[in-house]
């Protein structure tokens, strides 16, 4: 090769380097979009700020309820869907989608009752359920105070605030009350959104808490992380085993250790009233939804690296939240499940674990 020649060959080689890095960044993910469920949003908010900081891309998340969580992935406006609600097996099929579990955490009633520490005030279950349906409308009733005693209960009316969109939180809550009582099961039943037979609506975990704080008489239900931030006293429930617990991550994990996630198709398990003495009875995990068939691989790869990071990452942050981390064997089924399912239109698998943080 000619001395002239050379210099000219290296100038082409860069400028195509350059070309080529240009279009690259061109199609660099810098954002990943989702919405719904309320419930995840305290830890899905913190683990987003801790990404961007490590790798520049943001996740934009709407808390907008489980039910518009579903609605925007149905339409495709978000690149994945949140919700308390696990769709059914039947469900996901229909719509082409795949969801798995990432998050647990535990629903808890809270109240407004001035002079009554948190946990001060016992309710059984069927008390609880008869305060919602509104048969009991005073917090001094016999029911009440039954099973409290030594506790000076207020004469004072008791106002329900529930929530007044789709809600993952509300369907964990109605599917605890229908499995321990009789009377809701057969007037109410239970869903993401339900006829309330009581009660004032409100949106989202954000608008029970506040409307519950500002209610003397008030009784709510909210995702725990609320309950925490918002200094709000809760109930103690009698669990499946008869005792009377207290909401933490202790009493969350033991619920989750009882779940048997290998044999629930499409990963469709409801953790609501399980066995174990210091079980917390509500609850719950909180999904992810994306489509199986991915038009845009890239933008789904990157969904799936910052749910595999904070698997990986975000337990710390997670627990500090008072959340319960999915299990190790849960985490590895899931990946397993990625990768064999979640595929581009010319059915190349989109997750190899080798884009894995």
């Given at each position: 090769m000619s001395r002239r020649l050379y210099p000219r060959l290296v100038h082409v080689v860069a400028l195509c380097a350059l070309l080529f890095a240009g279009a690259a960044a061109a199609g660099t993910v810098t954002e990943i979009s989702g919405a719904g469920a309320t419930f995840p949003y305290p830890v899905y908010s913190k683990w987003a700020e801790a990404y961007r900081a490590k790798t520049g891309i943001r996740m934009n998340y709407q808390s907008i309820g489980s039910g518009g969580g579903i609605k925007q992935i149905k339409a495709r406006t978000v690149d994945f869907g949140a919700s308390d609600a696990p769709m059914k097996p039947e469900e996901l099929e229909k719509y082409g989608l795949l969801?798995?579990?990432?998050?647990?955490?535990?629903?808890?009633?809270?109240?407004?009752?001035?002079?009554?520490?948190?946990?001060?005030?016992?309710?059984?279950?069927?008390?609880?359920?008869?305060?919602?349906?509104?048969?009991?409308?005073?917090?001094?009733?016999?029911?009440?105070q039954a099973a409290n005693a030594g506790v000076k209960l207020p004469d004072m009316a008791i106002t329900?605030?529930?929530?007044?969109?789709?809600?993952?939180?509300?369907?964990?809550?109605?599917?605890?009350?229908?499995?321990?009582?009789?009377?809701?099961?057969?007037?109410?039943?239970?869903?993401?959104?339900?006829?309330?037979?009581?009660?004032v609506g409100a949106k989202?975990?954000?608008?029970v808490a506040s409307y519950v704080r500002r209610i003397r008489g008030g009784v709510g239900y909210v995702e725990y992380a609320y309950a925490l931030q918002n200094k709000m006293a809760y109930v103690r429930l009698r669990n499946k085993a008869g005792h009377y617990v207290s909401p933490s991550s202790k009493t969350f994990q033991s619920a989750a250790a009882n779940a048997d996630w290998k044999d629930a198709p499409g990963y469709y398990l409801i953790l609501t009233d399980q066995p174990g003495a210091d079980s917390w009875p509500i609850t719950g995990a909180s999904f992810i939804l994306v489509y199986k068939t991915q038009a845009k691989p890239e933008m789904a790869r990157e969904v799936l690296k910052f749910y595999d990071w904070a698997y990986h990452h975000g337990t710390r942050m997670a627990e500090s939240l008072d959340y319960v981390p999915m299990p190790a064997s849960?985490?590895?089924?899931v990946e397993q499940t990625w990768s064999k399912e979640i595929k581009s239109e010319q059915g190349h698998p989109v997750w190899t674990g080798a884009g894995a943080n």
């Open positions: 969801q798995w579990p990432q998050i647990m955490g535990g629903v808890v009633p809270v109240v407004n009752l001035p002079g009554l520490r948190p946990g001060e005030v016992k309710l059984p279950n069927e008390v609880l359920a008869d305060i919602f349906i509104g048969k009991i409308k005073r917090w001094n009733d016999p029911a009440i329900v605030v529930h929530r007044a969109d789709g809600s993952g939180t509300t369907f964990i809550f109605t599917n605890y009350l229908s499995k321990v009582s009789a009377a809701w099961k057969a007037k109410v039943g239970f869903g993401k959104a339900v006829s309330w037979p009581a009660g989202g975990n954000e608008g849960v985490v590895r089924m």
